[in-house]
């Protein structure tokens, strides 16, 4: 069955130094997405990704973060400048354009550790 | 925009009984309610969903009800079996384009031997 992975599966950054977290969607899913999850806290959105560009974001997402569809398989969020606050699993998920279900499909998660 | 909450926080059964965990959203537009099973340290994963036009759905030991005059919908797992520990989360969003699902808090059902 098709899956979403994710690498790195945890990452240790100190704060103020850039992170890249790499997602590859499944290969037919046209929308992709970026959330994250502060340990015991709520799945929380980040950011929607449709035909090359950001369709919709929240207000987490401010001017540290980006997104990048690299070539035909990758999908990236960058963190420019890591704050002691984003430490979080960041998830990213897919879906499919037209699928009746509308199902997000998730990755195993990628855990950022800010010190 | 929409604003989902979840509840209980956490909920502890006996092997054998009934949980139920419910949601209310905020966004009488809302038309899709799905639940998300996130198993420790693993991905979350769809588990059921619903979608405006039904009041229930239901897949063996899991039913989703839905009210949509109250705005509420609720997740009801039978005769619970330890398997069943995990994180729940319920979302609401719009189908059709961009979809972005708003998710609950989640609820950590655990469920005794």
């Known amino acids: 069955e098709p899956e979403v992975t994710q690498t790195p599966s945890h990452q240790v950054t100190q704060m103020g130094q850039e992170v890249i977290l790499r997602c590859v969607p499944i290969s037919n899913h046209l929308y992709f997405y970026w959330y994250r999850q502060i340990l015991g806290q709520k799945v929380e959105f980040l950011v929607s990704?449709?035909?090359?560009?950001?369709?919709?974001k929240s207000e987490i997402f401010d001017d540290q973060f980006s997104v990048e569809r690299p070539d035909g398989s990758n999908f990236t969020l960058k963190i420019r400048s890591t704050k002691l606050e984003d430490s979080a699993m960041y998830f990213c998920?897919?879906?499919?354009?037209?699928?009746?279900?509308?199902?997000?499909?998730f990755g195993e998660g990628s855990r950022l550790t800010v010190l | 925009g929409e604003n989902v909450e979840q509840h209980p926080s956490t909920l502890s059964v006996q092997e054998g009984d009934s949980a139920v965990i419910k949601c209310t959203y905020s966004d009488s537009a809302s038309n899709y309610f799905p639940w998300y099973k996130q198993e420790l340290g693993k991905r979350p994963q769809l588990i059921i969903d619903?979608?405006?036009?039904?009041g229930e759905k239901k897949d063996q030991r899991i039913a989703v009800t839905l009210n949509k005059t109250a705005k509420h919908f609720s997740l009801h797992i039978t005769e619970t079996q330890p398997e069943d520990s995990a994180v729940y989360f319920c979302a609401a969003s719009l189908t059709g384009g961009s979809y972005i699902p708003t998710f609950g808090r989640g609820t950590s059902l655990i469920v005794h031997p």
């Open positions: 619903i979608r405006s036009n039904v």
């Open positions: 998920a897919s879906s499919e354009q037209g699928s009746s279900s509308s199902e997000l499909f």
């Open positions: 990704f449709y035909n090359n560009e950001i369709s919709e």
